[in-house]
């Protein structure tokens, strides 16, 4: 026994290298087929067969099973070997997941990646923002939009040289807000990936036309009609260049199509269409995405045209070519479905139209109930939320009508409830809109569904359930000037939750660097001409950079500060009998609500709520330019028509209520927002009169008028008790000359130049002498010292400040209107007119403390008219900065008429008259005057304010 164990030591080192040797081969065998495997993978994953590559990546990794920790963690002896080609490899399996459409598989393998490599990606930085790309990807198929926002942000925060992955990412995010409707954001990610191509660093053109289409669809949803096209005619020149399918051009001219719908010019439209219908049909099979788009193009032709069967009929076959298996059925289907409700609305078939919007509310609440709380909704369903919204909104107003056809107040009564429901969603769905275009077209889009609450609310207040009546008021409040609100509310919120400083100066830093960049954009010459291509592309580099950082501010602010958020919140007053308790017993309000057939007039007393109804007619914002004319005519019989009609409408319903009133504030709404009230006709038996010197034919006789832009900001800036102004610290600015180089108007091509304004010196002259000789303390700043830069410095230090210039006002870029001062290198050198500008956007992020601003100068309150913001003039933005009080001017006023008025109310203010009892007074001196008694010369000037 003993021999045997010894002869078995003695032979062991020849058994164990033995083994050792077939080990190795084994070894090498088993590396030999790995690395086959590893080749074919790689092959199959260039050459586009994701299926296939990730059956051989999955098997090349099996190998380590027996080692293996669960999931795809690889050995720590093995990673650190060959740490770079497993990162490798787990990428490109990531990403064929995702290419497959398997977003669950690869969040599991590009987790396990990112764990495995460590925080600092063991040196190979380069490969981690495409992991965390190719995450975004995983939740962008599933869905979850917060998620894939969030990573693709992550990842261009960790890379700035990979241009292809700054073009990718900037691409999918425009595709994110594009779907979830938040265009102006859409855009400037589109506009980022262009940029990629700008240095020839990464050029390719056929992503490049597809950006320029993407661009253009996005502002065409806006209604920007002149950059839509811009960027349709940029694709389309791109295209024409390169050997390009078939499917791009089709893809170029229904979005052309669409836009020629946009400017009403169907027939072109159409062709449009065929054109790209006729192009999709040379690759056959055409896929049923390209149908669906076809048939939906050509439905919207054919309801321009008020030829609804057609139009039925084309989406009815759209519905058709639907994937039943596909993600996107839900959506597609559900919106088809709307459209074919609402053209049977149109048509007044609102049993039909009922019927397809619930078959579209059946559709999307299945797949979003689980995404709905009590309070709102994940972000990551937001679209459909969306959708969702607005079948809810079309639901509410079919079930109005068709409780009118059938006369059941049942139908009614849900009608009204489903509208209060969706009102409560509409402040969420505004939060999670980033820029203020987005937030506009929305609630521009939302009116009717107030419209509704208010019909329905209306109808049942007299047909039984009068409890109901006093929701109204707060219902049309809600409606109006929410993103105006909201600004202001934000400012209070900063200035009042304990926001550090530096964070504030650094939000106003930015805002002014984003109105410097949009100004550099808009007014330098055209990027595509000679030697400023190069200089477009900075200025719009550093606007998107800015306007990302002001978004990770809000997102700081939000986060760190509680007060901030409670701040925030706050909406519109809670019940109107906040609103009657500031009210004097002398005063009443009057809001205006109008819809498609009817307006509601609100008027508020200390002791009472009245609410009319009337019914307006289809040319109803034609009468209102019609006065509007006839005061500039100044024809005595066509004003006193025109303005004894209006008045009828807008105050002879509730004037019996007015017994005791001598003060009128004044909530107008859409057009009413550009008629001076004060001018509206009370006697119907002056149509004869030759003359305009009779105070008593005009309301202006009858009431002290100012105005707000809704009840609940009036409410905040009230005091509650007469306000009298009792000492003076006055800033007057008037630049008197002005550059004669000839200026462009920012929305036309026309050319005009700014004229002197020599009454201006003696109206700032004049009224400064006043202030001194009163007691008051007064600063004048003439001609070159009338600059942006002393503008600016006197804010926060005068309770008075009076401007006596140029106005240039754009209804196409509201944010680049503005008032016209002195440059501030006024030292011999020559510059552009705009050098002496204060801008609309510059105006809002001010910090002004006047009682009393004075914008002397021509149409201070004019601007593009909306339906949920009023018009977007320059008194939202010093009212944002912080005056209380602004006096301003409806239409283009006189020199030297403006210098006499302004004297005379200024008189009426150191007599110890309220800001709108001297303007009355002052209009009243005016009319009693032959030579300056026609409207035109006196009605201009409006108070908003107290």
């Not at 720590?76 to 787990?90: D, S, T, V, W």
């Not at 070519?321 to 078939?349: A, E, F, R, W």
């Not at 900001?713 to 600015?733: C, M, P, Q, R």
């Not at 501030?824 to 705009?834: E, L, P």
Request: charged letters at 20%; glycine letters at 6%; aromatic letters at 12%.
């Amino acid at each position: 026994m003993f021999k045997i164990h010894r002869l078995i030591l003695k032979l062991l080192p020849e058994v164990v290298l033995l083994i050792a040797f077939h080990a190795i081969n084994a070894q090498d065998a088993q590396f030999e087929a790995d690395f086959v495997c590893l080749q074919k993978a790689h092959h199959l994953f260039e050459s586009g067969h994701h299926d296939s590559a990730i059956t051989y990546y999955e098997k090349y990794l099996s190998s380590f099973n027996q080692q293996q920790k669960p999931g795809y963690i690889i050995p720590e002896k093995i990673f650190k070997n060959n740490a770079k080609q497993y990162l490798g490899i787990l990428l490109r399996l990531g990403t064929s997941y995702n290419l497959i459409s398997a977003p669950d598989n690869a969040l599991n393998v590009l987790n396990s990646g990112l764990m495995i490599a460590g925080t600092d990606f063991q040196g190979y930085s380069i490969m981690k923002p495409w992991y965390i790309y190719q995450i975004g990807n995983a939740w962008l198929l599933k869905m979850d939009y917060k998620y894939a926002i969030k990573s693709y942000q992550n990842a261009l925060a960790i890379t700035s040289n990979d241009i292809i992955l700054v073009q990718k990412i900037n691409q999918n995010l425009g595709g994110i807000f594009f779907f979830l409707e938040d265009y102006d954001k859409a855009i400037e990610h589109y506009q980022k990936a262009l940029l990629s191509n700008t240095y020839g660093l990464y050029e390719d053109p056929v992503k490049v036309s597809e950006l320029l289409i993407n661009t253009g669809a996005a502002f065409a949803k806006k209604n920007d009609v002149h950059n839509a096209m811009e960027y349709y005619s940029r694709a389309e020149k791109l295209l024409m260049e390169l050997n390009i399918t078939d499917r791009d051009y089709a893809r170029l001219y229904l979005n052309l199509g669409n836009l020629l719908l946009k400017m009403n010019n169907p027939d072109a439209a159409y062709d449009h269409f065929m054109k790209a219908s006729d192009l999709y049909h040379r690759n056959m099979p055409v896929k049923s995405d390209e149908m669906i788009l076809i048939y939906t193009n050509i439905a919207r032709f054919y309801k321009t045209r008020m030829l609804f069967d057609s139009t039925i009929h084309y989406l009815n076959l759209a519905v058709s070519c639907i994937n039943k298996s596909s993600d996107k059925n839900p959506m597609v289907i559900t919106n088809l479905y709307q459209q074919i409700g609402d053209i049977y609305g149109s048509q007044g078939h609102w049993k039909q139209s009922l019927e397809y919007y619930q078959k579209a509310f059946n559709m999307i609440e299945a797949v979003i109930s689980d995404s709905m709380t009590v309070t709102g909704f994940r972000m990551s369903n937001s679209a459909e939320i969306l959708e969702l919204f607005r079948i809810r909104q079309a639901i509410a107003r079919a079930l109005h009508m068709l409780g009118l056809m059938e006369r059941s107040d049942d139908y009614i009564l849900q009608s009204f409830h489903e509208s209060l429901s969706v009102i409560n969603l509409v402040k969420t769905i505004n939060e999670e809109f980033g820029r203020e275009g987005s937030k506009l077209l929305f609630n521009e889009s939302v009116k009717n569904l107030y419209y509704n609450a208010l019909e329905s609310g209306y109808y049942l207040g007299k047909h039984g359930h009068p409890e109901l009546l006093d929701q109204l008021f707060l219902i049309a409040e809600k409606s109006r000037n929410k993103i105006l609100l909201s600004g202001i509310m934000d400012n209070i919120a900063r200035r009042s939750s304990g926001i550090p400083d530096s964070l504030i100066l650094k939000e106003q830093t930015l805002n002014d660097e984003i109105s410097f960049c949009l100004r550099k954009l808009w007014l330098d010459p055209e990027e595509n001409e000679e030697g400023t291509h190069d200089r477009y592309v900075y200025y719009l580099n550093r606007l998107i950079e800015s306007h990302k950082e002001i978004d990770s501010l809000e997102s700081k602010y939000k986060s760190s500060s509680p007060v901030y958020r409670k701040i925030k919140e706050q909406e519109t007053v809670k019940e109107y009998g906040q609103l009657k308790q500031k009210l004097l017993p002398e005063e009443a309000l009057l809001e205006y609500f109008i819809g498609d057939t009817s307006m509601f007039i609100f008027l508020l007393r200390p002791d009472s709520l009245i609410i009319k109804r009337i019914t307006i007619s289809s040319d109803f914002n034609d009468e209102i330019l019609k006065f509007n004319k006839e005061i500039r005519i100044a024809e005595v019989k066509g004003l006193y028509e025109s303005g004894y009609h209006l008045y009828s409408q807008l105050i002879l319903p509730v004037r019996s209520s007015l017994v005791n009133v001598n003060k009128l504030i004044i909530i107008p709404d859409e057009n009413l927002s550009t008629i001076p009230f004060e001018a509206l006709v009370t006697e119907s038996a002056k149509f004869q009169s030759k003359s305009f010197t009779d105070p008593h034919s005009f309301l202006i006789n009858d009431f002290e008028i100012c105005y707000h832009f809704s009840s609940t900001l009036w409410f905040n800036s009230a005091t509650g008790k007469e306000f009298i102004l009792k000492t003076i610290d006055y800033a007057g600015f008037a630049p008197v000359t002005f550059l004669s180089e000839k200026i462009g108007n920012l929305d036309t091509d026309n050319k005009s130049t700014f004229s002197s304004l020599p009454f201006s010196r003696n109206e700032i002259h004049d009224v400064s002498d006043l202030i001194r000789r009163n007691g008051g303390i007064a600063h004048v700043f003439i001609g070159h010292d009338a600059t942006p830069e002393r503008f600016r410095e006197n804010l926060a230090d005068q309770n008075i400040i009076h401007v006596a210039t140029h106005s240039l006002i754009s209804d196409e870029q509201p944010g680049l209107s503005g008032l016209v001062l002195a440059p501030d290198n006024h030292k011999g050198q020559k510059g552009s007119i705009y050098d002496g500008m204060i801008f609309l956007d510059e105006i809002f992020n001010l910090r002004i403390n006047a009682d009393l601003l004075v914008l002397s100068a021509c149409a201070t309150g004019s601007g593009k008219i909306t339906r949920s913001e009023g018009v977007l003039a320059m008194t939202r933005g010093f009212f944002t900065a912080g005056a209380s009080n602004i006096v301003y001017t409806l239409w283009n006023v006189t020199d030297k008429h403006t210098r006499d008025f302004m004297v005379t109310y200024f008189k009426g203010i150191l007599a110890g008259q309220s800001f709108s009892a001297a303007l009355r007074n002052a209009k009243i001196e005016m009319i009693s005057k032959p030579e300056t008694s026609l409207p035109r010369l006196w009605a201009p000037y409006v108070l908003l304010g107290k």
